[in-house]
């Protein structure tokens, strides 16, 4: 409620003022208008709420043309306008619990309503509004929100989206129906998309959300088409002919039944408790989603009480949006440093002035190689976005030149190694340089040795990173050989190590000595062996003396191993240090199983399979061994040599090549149904 006599607004909070709305029409229109973001949702997130403080506290600045007093950006000239009938407004957000109990709060309030609300609750799709307009069950028009009041025609382009029916399924359907939803881009969908433009040397989009953005203001329908768009319709936003259900969730249904494609996610939950527990369950879902979310949804399902509840000046006040804490944010880099992995390899390190993202507070963020920090151009003191989804590293996503303060300089590769002071190389046209220390240098002892007993390698539980570094920085280990002369007796005068901890330990390392060849060649850490190469070459050298008395050329000839990670398996055996480590390992008493025949009349005798995404009943491990029990092989990459590519959820680029080369593509359904003949 606005105060009888408001305070008069001081110059100051005239000019904030002033100054926001300049902001946020400007972010507004890069975002809207020429899907090229100037900063994150977080950011403009933040300047709204300071913009919506400062009118509340002084109504007098308020203006008509305020961004808190509008939806969206007007439409852009190249399309057609159309006038939306019913108003498509926005939703108000909330970003704490907090936040989502007053709205219930206050609903309750207006309502008079002593009892607990029922709510649809569903996710908040980060991709485009649009709405669908039906005559006599054909579909006639499409238009974006735009500013709410009018939007852009895109019917041709919507006609493109397969999710949207042309006609509706139902003969009964009302005489005109407006039906509101979101197009978007599935996330896998939307990486394909990105490697193809990539390798067209085209330009790639920043994220799914203005990848359907971008799509849908195509000029020509061809290029729409051509884009791997979805769709799913969440409301009805006016009706002719027909009258609507008396609650959301049956105008879920209703909606479905006419033909149209309903997110699975929703569902219908029992008071604000409800909310919340939906909210955490699909902030924990959110990573195995098919498509990107930046929140959820909550919306009084009673559509009578809805019509009481009415509207404020752009939202309902029957919904809200409960957003995830942002994964992008703004911040400045105070420095650049440089790690050295196991391998050598430098990898530039933004240190960062904190700032909350994704659910954390980052203070680094990786910018992988020089070739990378040269073409986004990062230096010190210049404001940035860091971004951060799920359990990923943070990393710099771009650089806001028009922010960079005077005199910032360019950031060079170090000459010498910052760890040890080996020279640092760089080959050819590499992108990654390396220090040349090899074992002199503390960062590749201590990375070495904590892949050796990470989880795929040797498995060696309770050597964590922290671990590993206490004993090298003590001398206690050089290389992993020295791991398996370690004593309980020692260990137990380590910082936070009593002797029931040093004890499993111990026994832990002693259970490493039972693995399996294709383990302990991926847990050597030859470099560009992967878990693929390492069985390949277990297959073919079934007995590790062969593969140490190996030249290059013999070792290229084993299956999808090439001309470089034969070189380097060669002159890993090769060099005598490499080889005393090998043999104190064995002496330790490290074994493996002789490798098993393959079946002479296996099912999958000589057949290739190439493993990509994730499959629900097996791990990649358990896969594998299927397959080499059968008598199969398991490549790395997809080639005119194999027999099938096996894709699971969220399949990548190798499922793509596998379409364009012909291969045969199995579900996990067929994968299985193959694997029972023996």
Request: with cysteine; proline share 6%; charged share 25%.
């Amino acid at each position: 409620m606005c105060p009888q006599n408001p305070a008069a607004p001081t110059d100051g909070a005239a000019a904030r003022a002033a100054e926001l709305r300049e902001l946020l029409e400007r972010y507004n229109y890069r975002y809207h208008a020429l899907d090229d973001p100037e900063v994150p949702d977080a950011e403009y997130d933040r300047l709204m709420l300071e913009l919506r403080a400062i009118e509340s506290q002084f109504p007098q600045l308020i203006v008509p043309d305020s961004p808190t007093m509008r939806v969206g950006a007007a439409p852009i000239a190249a399309f057609g306008a159309v006038k939306h009938r019913a108003a498509m407004l926005s939703l108000d957000n909330a970003f704490s619990e907090e936040e989502v109990r007053d709205f219930d709060r206050r609903i309750r309030e207006r309502l008079a309503h002593g009892d607990a609300i029922r709510y649809t609750a569903e996710p908040k799709l980060d991709g485009l509004a649009i709405s669908a307009r039906y005559e006599n069950g054909i579909f006639v028009q499409g238009a974006t929100r735009g500013d709410g009041e009018t939007g852009e025609d895109i019917t041709q382009n919507l006609r493109t989206i397969k999710a949207l029916p042309l006609k509706l399924r139902a003969a009964d359907a009302p005489r005109v129906i407006e039906v509101r939803g979101e197009v978007f881009m599935p996330l896998a969908g939307f990486r394909r998309f990105n490697e193809e433009a990539s390798a067209r040397g085209e330009k790639t989009f920043i994220n799914p959300r203005n990848a359907a953005a971008g799509s849908l203001r195509q000029l020509d329908p061809r290029m729409t088409a051509a884009r791997p768009l979805d769709l799913f319709i969440y409301g009805i936003g006016v009706i002719e002919g027909g009258e609507l259900p008396p609650y959301h969730s049956e105008t879920l249904q209703e909606l479905r039944r006419l033909g149209f494609k309903i997110c699975p996610q929703s569902k219908v939950v029992e008071s604000v408790e409800g909310c919340l527990a939906y909210y955490r369950e699909m902030a924990v879902a959110r990573a195995s989603l098919p498509y990107q979310i930046d929140g959820v949804v909550y919306k009084v399902d009673d559509v009578r009480l809805q019509r009481r509840l009415g509207f404020i000046s752009r939202a309902p006040r029957w919904a809200v949006a409960h957003k995830f804490p942002a994964e992008e944010a703004l911040t400045v880099v105070r420095g650049i440093e440089f790690q050295v992995g196991r391998t050598g390899a430098l990898t530039p390190v933004a240190r960062l002035e904190p700032a909350f993202v994704g659910g954390v507070t980052v203070s680094n963020a990786t910018l992988h190689n020089m070739d990378e920090l040269t073409r986004k151009d990062v230096r010190v003191g210049d404001t940035v976005v860091i971004r951060r989804a799920g359990d990923v590293i943070p990393e710099v996503a771009r650089v806001l030149p028009e922010r960079r303060v005077d005199g910032a300089q360019l950031v060079t590769l170090p000459s010498e190694c910052p760890i040890c002071g080996s020279p640092v190389l760089r080959e050819g046209d590499q992108a990654v340089a390396r220090c040349s220390g090899g074992r002199r240098c503390a960062a590749q002892r201590k990375g070495e040795i904590q892949h050796f007993a990470s989880r795929r390698a040797m498995d060696i539980q309770g050597l964590g990173d922290k671990l590993v570094e206490q004993l090298v920085d003590g001398g206690w280990i050089q290389t992993p050989a020295d791991l398996f002369s370690l004593q309980a007796e020692q260990l137990a005068t380590l910082e936070r190590m009593g002797e029931r901890s040093a004890q499993k330990l111990c026994d832990a390392i002693e259970g490493a000595k039972h693995t399996t060849l294709p383990r302990f060649l991926y847990a050597l850490g030859i470099r560009d062996v992967g878990e693929a190469t390492a069985l390949a070459l277990a297959q073919y050298f079934p007995e590790l003396a062969q593969l140490r008395r190996a030249g290059q050329e013999e070792i290229q000839r084993v299956p999808d191993v090439g001309p470089v990670v034969a070189k380097q398996v060669a002159a890993y055996f090769a060099d005598t240090e490499n080889a005393a480590m090998v043999d104190r390992l064995l002496a330790a008493g490290i074994t493996w199983p002789d490798s098993p025949p393959l079946h002479a009349g296996g099912s999958q005798r000589d057949k290739t399979f190439v493993l990509t995404g994730t499959l629900e009943s097996l791990t990649r491990e358990e896969a594998t061994e299927a397959i080499v029990q059968r008598g199969g092989k398991v490549s790395a990459g997809v080639s005119k040599k194999t027999s099938y590519v096996v894709a699971g959820a969220e399949a990548g680029s190798k499922l793509k090549k596998a379409e364009q080369l012909g291969i045969p593509i199995l579900d996990e359904a067929a994968f299985l149904e193959l694997l029972k003949k023996v």
